[in-house]
């Protein structure tokens, strides 16, 4: 990935960061890049995942869902981290095969989904690094009985993903099914250019080499200045903004095929980076439908907000019909791809002159290549940010008063987070 941040710079909007400051701030980025290295070589926690291009294996990850390579629907039962990435690579890229993320427990909507796939020849990715999400295993229980009652043998249709222990490697060791391993020190927000993210990849045909050399040379790119390292300018521009006032990152592919990687950045960057009171609220976005939704508040609201477009040269266009009404005969020149990336460049020049900060990040295509780099350039941007903000980026504590709080409502039992549900402070207003 190639990033342009320009439009961040204080000649160009408020807030901004001159480029003094940016060369001042280049000091700490050496710095942080010889402990992340250090990370890497040591293979500690969270660092660990920047060395997945040359952990992962493709011929291991093939092997495991070859047993099920002839689906025509793939069903993936995770979440967070253990969903977002593979839904990212998958829904960026075209396949024959059908493919349903379950990453909620929403009764309607998992219903829906699974009444609307001829589950004969179907495949359950389910995964989980922990193994005890509750959503997952929940989820996965109503996949199993829905096999069942359709009369599919669930044990050949299922891959498990996991850690070495817990329920579901203990399902799978009971029944013998074909499972991969979720890599030690990797968070699964961290983990979409492993196992985690790329059985679902396979299963639908795409290129697992192809993916992992494109996060390999974007590997190859880290180095001890933001200004020779795309990752590492995008998370040193996007701290030093939100150290100057931008809290908000709004994330807007110009790409429906790249509307989900807003959703997998948001988990990488709120959950590693949302600590002591720090951290930056990624919001999704999208071109060019958000021009008719949500740039008035990003061109004329708070001066709160850093705008992240996300770019990629798209390789089919489509011609717009020639018409004889007037008011349009504008279009009737023009293609589909040249009405995007026109309303691109407009939407990005109307923030700068309107002096309101922006990033462009620029992939060459939406395919497995550009996929990789973009996805391990923009972890190790939030690695690098983490250093710079002082904050643990590989650990998520926050997450579990939540948890504790559902198990006490569901089985009762010492939790005092549930206690806490039933003292809720009310003022309702009723119709
Ligand atoms: O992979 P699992 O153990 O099922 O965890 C799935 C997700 O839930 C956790 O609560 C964390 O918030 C995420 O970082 C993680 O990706």
């Not at 979440?79 to 349903?100: F, K, P, Y």
């Not at 089919?316 to 007037?326: C, G, L, N, W």
């Amino acid at each position: 990935m190639n990033v342009d941040i320009g439009n961040a710079l204080a000649s160009v909007a408020s807030p901004g960061v001159s480029r003094a400051s940016l060369e001042r701030l280049d000091e700490q980025v050496a710095a942080a890049h010889e402990r992340i290295e250090r990370g890497m070589a040591n293979a500690d926690h969270g660092y660990e995942a920047l060395n997945l291009p040359e952990r992962t294996d493709p011929d291991e990850i093939r092997a495991a869902v070859e047993p099920v390579a002839d689906a025509d629907a793939l069903i993936t039962v995770g979440i967070g981290g253990s969903s977002l990435g593979a839904a990212t690579i998958v829904n960026a890229l075209e396949s024959d095969t059908e493919t349903v993320f379950l990453d909620n427990v929403d009764p309607e909507w998992v219903s829906r989904r699974l009444d609307g796939i001829a589950l004969e020849n179907a495949a359950i990715n389910v995964v989980s690094r922990s193994g005890t999400t509750a959503e997952t295993l929940a989820n996965f229980l109503v996949v199993r009985a829905a096999f069942e009652d359709a009369g599919v043998d669930w044990t050949e249709r299922t891959i498990v993903t996991t850690g070495e222990s817990g329920p579901l490697r203990n399902l799978a060791d009971r029944h013998d099914l074909p499972s991969l391993k979720v890599p030690d020190g990797v968070p699964g927000r961290f983990s979409a250019l492993s196992a985690v993210g790329m059985v679902a990849a396979a299963v639908c045909g795409h290129d697992l080499e192809a993916l992992l050399a494109g996060a390999a040379a974007e590997r190859e790119s880290l180095s001890g200045s933001l200004f020779e390292c795309p990752a590492y300018a995008y998370g040193a521009t996007t701290y030093a903004l939100d150290g100057r006032g931008a809290g908000i990152n709004a994330v807007m592919p110009y790409a429906e095929s790249l509307e989900t990687s807003a959703e997998w950045f948001a988990q990488l960057w709120a959950e590693s980076l949302g600590k002591d009171d720090l951290g930056q609220t990624p919001v999704r976005a999208l071109g060019v439908t958000d021009q008719h939704s949500q740039l008035q508040l990003y061109r004329a609201g708070p001066r709160d907000k850093l705008v992240t477009f996300v770019t990629a040269d798209a390789d089919a266009d489509r011609s717009i019909p020639a018409t004889d009404v007037e008011e349009l005969a504008y279009l009737g020149d023009a293609t589909l791809g040249d009405l995007l990336e026109a309303e691109f460049e407009a939407t990005e020049a109307s923030l700068a002159a309107a002096g309101r900060p922006n990033v462009r990040v620029e992939l060459e295509a939406v395919d497995e290549y550009e996929l990789g780099g973009f996805l391990y350039g923009m972890e190790a941007a939030c690695v690098l940010a983490g250093e710079l903000y002082g904050v643990n980026t590989f650990e998520q504590p926050a997450v579990e008063w939540a948890k504790k709080a559902t198990r006490g409502l569901l089985v009762g039992g010492e939790f005092e987070e549930a206690e806490a549900v039933a003292e809720k402070t009310e003022l309702r207003v009723e119709r």
